[in-house]
């Protein structure tokens, strides 16, 4: 019988949990990774800091010995870190910080999973609309994000012939706690920002979660980013 997981980076909150859910509910056996534990009932938790050099060693026993029952497995890299900087003001550390949470910890993580990974399995980058346009003030986020379609496009590359697929999701602006972290808080401009959506709203956790989830069970996706943002309005 297939056995299919889920390994998921950053489902205790946003849109890794809502795909968490998601996923457990179609009967993938579900790991996640992150500092906090989700407290789902069905999800394996595995806790870990990604912007901590060595992470990758330190779980990987333990990833091994939960995927060995694996037939088919799905990595949703959703875990993410934004920072307000610019060109004046980003940081080397923040920079790498960035580029080590956004690019470096999905790739350890492939590499960890690669050998366990049968035809059938997938890798499901979660970009961002700014993984192929820039605002302003958010240099090291914009960089890593366009870093992940980067390594999305050359895992296409290099997985051919093994029948596994790869896919950056890219989500418009989705209610979550980074959001409205990144806002202070404020309903006002949480307002303002649905105001800039052609649907007026924000996109709701669950309908990234069944977007990843269409990315991951579709190989014809292959290569490809997929936008999901409900339409922004140009300016
Ligand atoms: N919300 C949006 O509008 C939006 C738009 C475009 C793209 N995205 C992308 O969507 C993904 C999910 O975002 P979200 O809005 O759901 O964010 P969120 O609510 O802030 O959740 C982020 C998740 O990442 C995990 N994480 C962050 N830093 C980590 C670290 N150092 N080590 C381990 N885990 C870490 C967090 O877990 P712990 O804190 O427990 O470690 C948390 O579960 C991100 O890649 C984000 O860039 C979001």
Known sequence: MTQKF????GASRGIGRATAELFLAADYQVINISRRDPQLEGVRHISADLAVTGWAEAVAD???QWLAAASQITIIHSAGLLLKDNIET?????LHRVMQVNVIAPAELNQLILPSMAAGSAIIYVGS?????AVANSCSYVTSKHAMVGMMRANCQDLSGKGIHTVCVCPGFTETEM???HVGGSQEILADIASGVTFNRLIEPSEMAATLKFAAENPVMNGSIMHANLGQIES
């Open 90 to 94: 980003v940081s080397a550390e923040d």
């Open 179 to 181: 959001l409205s972290d």
């Open 129 to 133: 609309t700014l993984s192929e346009k």
């Open 62 to 64: 333990k990833l091994k």
């Open 6 to 9: 889920l390994v998921i980076t």
